[in-house]
């Protein structure tokens, strides 16, 4: 059975850093997208960034470039998700997700992700 667990939320006031953690088990293949979404009250879910665990192909939300650095622990099967220059526009709750075959990983769309996280809050005040 596929799990996994999110860490690392939390409030911070715009400029600061967070960094998010998402430890992944129960996978029979090392080879797969991991990443993150978010949801704003009110809004849909949309992608942040993603990873390829083997490989280690990104993509990005446009909007999230330059400021969060995904990155991917191969020993402990952990994403990781380096946020800093945090704006209040960021806050949301941050959901990890996991999928075997995408065909489009750029689009960041999240119907292609079969695996989530139970989800973590950040919140970045003005």
């Known amino acids: 059975q596929v799990q996994l667990v999110e860490s690392g939320g939390g409030s911070v006031q715009a400029g600061g850093s967070l960094r998010l953690s998402c430890a992944a088990s129960g996978f029979t293949s090392t080879s797969f997208w991991m990443g993150w979404f978010r949801q704003a009250p009110g809004e849909e879910r949309e992608g942040v960034a993603i990873?390829?665990?083997?490989?280690?192909?990104?993509h990005y939300h446009y909007s999230v470039l330059g400021r969060f650095t995904i990155s991917h622990d191969n020993v402990k099967n952990t994403v990781h998700l380096q946020m800093d220059s945090l704006k209040p526009e960021d806050t949301a709750v941050y959901y990890c997700?996991?999928?075997?075959?995408?065909?489009?990983?750029?689009?960041?769309?999240?119907?292609?992700?079969?695996?989530w996280g139970q989800g973590t809050q950040v919140t970045v005040s003005s």
């Open positions: 997700a996991a999928a075997r075959v995408i065909l489009r990983p750029v689009l960041l769309r999240p119907r292609d992700y079969d695996h």
């Open positions: 990873i390829h665990t083997t490989g280690g192909a990104t």
